[in-house]
């Protein structure tokens, strides 16, 4: 019913900046909260950021001031620009999203920072 496709990820340097894109479509549904994990090698995953139905956000301490999430609505998708990059921020990235269909998750999509 409903597909997350992500996109953005990649390989960048210590100090530059990525934009990861969590796109879904299906069938019509608005996204009512979403958020994104994250996964590094040998860890657990681990809660990145949240963006609630009102527009509220909240960050993990390690990327405050540094990510932001945000929504396009028309286009039911959700962002996460990440500035500032660090090598611990290597991770796989997933997108999460609530709609009138329950929670989806996206595939996952991997990023890489070179220090």
Known sequence: ????VESGG???QAGGSLRLSCAASGSTFS?????WYRQAPGKQREL????SAGGSTM???SVKGRF???RDNAKNTVYLQM???KAEDTALYYCNIVTRFGIQWGQGI???VSS
Not at 1 to 4: H, N, P, R, S, W
Not at 31 to 35: M, R
Not at 48 to 51: E, K, M, R
């Open 1 to 4: 019913q409903v597909q997350l």
């Open 10 to 12: 990649g390989l960048v």
């Open 31 to 35: 996204i009512n909260a979403a958020g």
């Open 48 to 51: 990145v950021a949240t963006l």
């Open 59 to 61: 960050y993990q301490g």
């Open 68 to 70: 932001t999430i945000s």
């Open 83 to 85: 500035n500032s990059l």
């Open 110 to 112: 991997r990023v890489t």
